[in-house]
């Protein structure tokens, strides 16, 4: 049995223009299990979805460099200043524009999608940086290496006191993969990247909220809720 849904908001939750998808909406009312919201985006933005969807304040932003148990309880996992580092290295090389939500965040650093990504990803490598260049086909994170999506569902299913095994998983982006790998069921949405479907229990055969909504269907279909 799922005693818990981690699912990420931009491209799973939403459409291509971030807009949110009635039909994802109204499968997440329907759940009678806690939704944690796993997202790239700030803390802010993740609490004002939750607000939104009516889900909990238990939720993971910036790919796990920030965890949230509660209102009042949020952790912060990740060190900002090697991202700060690594951004000074690389804007020396690459064009880097930061998106103006920056100011929001407090660990990773959100880039635009307008260098090449690979060779960053490279350079990073090559001059063995402590973090990760991460495209989640929104933004270019440069984020702590030590944290992700993962880990930090790892945080959050330990105050839970839910295994990580007893949680289900959604997403559509490579972002997800770690936390996919800690989860009793993954599923992606018809959207989702390659390889991130290569893993997935189930592929879902629409795209974006639609394909949420899909899976949240199959799941209930089955009785694993």
Do not use: W
Request: hydrophobic residues 40%; contains cysteine.
């Amino acid at each position: 049995m799922i005693r818990a849904i981690a699912v990420d908001i931009d491209g799973t939750l939403s459409d291509q223009n971030r807009v949110l998808c009635p039909s994802a909406v109204e499968a997440v009312r329907r759940l009678k299990v806690p939704v944690i919201l796993t997202t790239g985006n700030t803390h802010c933005f993740t609490r004002t979805v939750s607000v939104l969807l009516g889900t909990p304040r238990i939720f993971i932003a910036e790919n796990g460099g920030v965890v949230s148990h509660s209102e009042n309880d949020v952790e912060t996992l990740a060190d900002p200043a090697v991202c700060r580092e690594a951004y000074r290295q690389l804007s020396e090389v690459f064009p880097l524009d930061v998106y103006n939500s920056s100011r929001y965040r407090f660990t990773d650093i959100a880039l635009k999608r307008n260098f090449d990504v690979s060779e960053a990803s490279r350079y990073v490598t090559a001059r063995n940086l402590p973090v990760d260049i991460l495209d989640t086909t929104y933004a270019v994170h440069i984020k702590d290496k030590r944290v992700d999506k993962g880990t930090g569902l790892e945080r959050v299913a330990e105050r839970m006191g839910i295994s990580p095994e007893e949680f289900a998983a959604v997403g559509d982006s490579t972002s997800d993969i770690p936390m996919f790998k800690l989860v009793g069921f993954k599923a992606s949405v018809n959207n989702a990247h390659p390889d991130l479907k290569a893993v997935s229990d189930y592929v879902a055969k629409a795209s974006y909220g639609q394909g949420f909504a899909e899976i949240v269907n199959y799941m209930v279909e089955r009785r694993m809720l």
